[in-house]
């Protein structure tokens, strides 16, 4: 893997479940439904590794809710969706993410670069 | 049924995951596979690099869940340590000991040379040798058994210390895997 991906890889690794909270916090979604939305927006899941053992921990840590319920008619799918405390956690680690993200511009924003096509 | 998804059945009934959280897992991967596969997306699309390997998957699934012991990284520490302090202890115990059998051999035989050697041991008396040199000799003996000896016991001693500080330091390393 290169260099690249590699960072990337690890910066969205440790973002994933925010993630996986704000687009649930749209609107409840089933596991893939979770994928899809990521993937509109940009985020590809492939290299960040699945989602699902992602979702058990937020569903063992009671940060999200789950409940069934068919899908357009199709089999019965576990819907997912922030629980109170799933919402402070998302709204703590957005803070962290901005602060973050910040204080990492702040370094490395100033620095010209020009990626190689 | 999916290979991925039978696959991680078999992983799931070999780690103990109990049948109904196995089918539920089970079930909403089946069916999101297949919904992946109706849009035209592969199950690495899905799943990630996890689609190549499944029992990692479904171990990591069910472990996140909290429905198998975390990890079997946690059960190898904890074997390991204790295997680490026992072998240190036992070889400390083992320096020790040898320390004082070369010690109290030494200080004995040192006792037995300082007395006087009776004459009837050297019979027939072949050759007489000066009393310096018979002590000179004796002394050299004992100073390698002494230095031995002494080399043992701080071994010995140093292991003491070492089983202990693993035994003080493998105090937090025996506490649950915390969760996440």
């Known amino acids: 893997m290169a260099i690249g991906e590699g960072r990337r890889t690890q910066l969205l690794r440790g973002a994933l479940d925010l993630c996986l909270l704000a687009v649930m916090e749209e609107g409840p979604a089933y596991g893939y439904e979770m994928t899809k939305r990521l993937r509109a927006r940009g985020l590809s899941t492939v290299g960040e590794g699945s989602i699902y053992p992602l979702l058990g921990r937020l569903e063992r840590e009671g940060l999200v809710e789950t409940y069934r319920a068919a899908s357009n008619g199709g089999p019965p799918r576990k819907y997912y969706r922030p629980s109170a405390e799933g919402r402070r956690a998302l709204a703590a680690g957005v803070a962290e993410w901005r602060a973050a993200r910040d204080a990492l511009d702040a370094v490395l924003g100033p620095v010209e670069a020009e990626v190689a096509a | ?180």
């Open chain 2, 1 to 180: 049924m999916n290979p991925f998804v039978e696959e991680c059945r078999r992983e799931w009934k070999r780690l103990g995951v109990p049948d109904p959280v196995a089918n539920e897992m089970a079930a909403d991967l089946e069916v999101d596979l297949a919904e992946a596969e109706a849009d035209g997306s592969s199950a690495e699309e899905v799943l990630g690099t996890a689609a190549f390997d499944a029992p990692s998957f479904a171990a990591a699934w069910a472990a996140e869940r909290g429905v198998v012991p975390r990890a079997t990284e946690t059960v190898r520490t904890r074997r390991r340590v204790p295997r680490a302090e026992v072998a240190i202890a036992g070889f400390a115990l083992v320096a020790i000991i040898g320390a004082l059998l070369l010690l109290t051999a030494q200080a004995s035989s040192q006792t037995r040379v300082a007395l006087p050697a009776p004459i009837h041991v050297w019979k027939p008396v072949p050759m007489p040798v000066p009393v310096g040199a018979r002590g000179l000799v004796s002394s050299s003996s004992d100073l390698g058994a002494r230095i031995a000896g002494a080399v043992l016991l701080i071994v010995g001693l140093v292991g003491t210390v070492l089983a202990t500080v693993f035994a003080v330091l493998d105090r937090p390393w025996r506490r649950p895997a915390a969760a996440g």
